[in-house]
């Protein structure tokens, strides 16, 4: 539901940019997202469609780049990597995981004119 | 360094010079294009007889960008490596040194609508006597929930986000400063009910709470677990209903725990006042933490 507001975040980043190193048009923009970032990317996509209008960055082309979800078990003390916030540890089967990153919001990089 | 043998130094014209001496191979054709699997883009400079190149090599990562990403035109790609969200976490940044320089405690109240948090402050508040506090209230609409913090004698700013979904730090700056706060306050901010959005905003608070009331069903962390997740201490209120609805308390416990297995759980009933007594301990525990 926020993916408007994240599409905001996303503009006044590029506005900045486009300021500081002179360019006039991105052609496409790249983004990485954890899998636990609460972002659902087909929102995100419709969102930044929206919200890019009349910006240097309309039109751009909109990649998402998936980052896993780790996670510290509690019961065996594993680093380990998992699909959905709530699976099961992938070691010892416990279901005590406490996220250790996986929500990630990041703009990597911008093709532009 | 080589990553195939080990020799030579860490750029690839380095790495591949000194792999090919040693292996014989140093007037193999193009060998940086076998590695990079791609076109030799235009080099950018004319070759004249001082120039040491030969024809075919090529040189990755010197354009603007310092790499090179297939698909892309390297002259035109700029690296951002940004935080989505890095305008709001500088107001939020700017929010928690402010706070931080007054001793203030900060909470950031989540939950559901309906869910009691407005109740909870007022009892707070009550049961707090003299404590300075000040309470910022987030709601699509209306200024009903301030009027009824004001009502208790306490100073409220009521922010109403229109459209929004949450609060953000840039809302709360401005709260702030139309918000008279003592140092050595507490500081409560009663975001937009809704078990989403408002986990991802931080808003420059010292911890979020997350309040449950035990009509909403056992499973709920589990079906909204980021918030769970992002939450220091969890309420489980209204538990004076627990014996009308046939719910079980511990299970709503082992979920709330079982997606952040590092949260406080308190049960409190604000209603009754079962409960409260821990909660303001909690409370007051923060900002001895806080005090300059």
Known sequence: MHEMSIAEGIRSVIEDAARAQGFARVTRVRLEIGRFAGVEPQALDFAFDVVMRGSVAEGADLQIIDLPGRAMCFDCAELVEIEHRLDPCPKCGGSRLLPQGGDEMRIKDLEVL | ?292
């Open chain 2, 1 to 292: 360094m080589c990553t195939v043998c080990g020799c030579g130094g860490h750029s690839v014209e380095d790495q591949f010079k000194a792999h090919l001496e040693k292996t014989g191979q140093a007037k193999a054709a193009a060998p940086l294009a076998v590695l990079a699997g791609a076109q030799a883009h235009p080099h950018g400079h004319t070759h004249g007889p001082a120039c040491s190149h030969e024809p075919q090599d090529f040189h990755i990562g010197q354009g603007p960008a310092g790499t090179e990403v297939a698909g892309m035109s390297q002259a035109r790609l700029i690296e951002i490596e940004t935080d989505i969200l890095s305008k709001n976490n500088d107001f939020a940044r700017a929010n928690r040194a402010a706070l931080a320089a007054r001793g203030v405690f900060a909470t950031n109240l989540v939950s559901s609508p309906g869910s009691g948090k407005t109740t909870l402050l007022c009892r707070t508040i009550e049961m707090l006597g003299a404590q300075p506090l000040g309470v910022i209230e987030g709601d699509q609409q209306t200024t009903n929930d301030a009027d009824r913090i004001r009502a208790t004698g306490a100073a409220a700013i009521q922010v109403n986000t229109g459209k929004g979904c949450h609060l953000d730090g840039r809302m709360v700056a401005m709260a702030l400063e139309r918000l008279p706060l003592d140092p050595g306050a507490l500081l409560f901010i009663e975001n937009v009910g809704n078990l989403v959005c408002p986990a991802a905003f931080d808003l420059g608070e010292d911890a979020k709470v997350a309040i449950l009331s035990v009509t909403e069903g056992e499973d709920k962390p589990l079906k909204y677990p980021d918030m769970f997740a992002a939450a220091g201490l969890a309420i489980l209120n209204k538990t004076d209903l627990a014996p009308h609805c046939d719910v079980d308390l511990g299970l709503y416990e082992a979920n709330i725990r079982r997606v952040n297995p590092g949260i406080e759980v308190l049960r409190v009933s604000a209603r009754t006042g079962e409960g409260m007594g821990a909660w303001i301990d909690w409370l007051k525990r923060g900002l001895a933490a806080k005090a300059l």
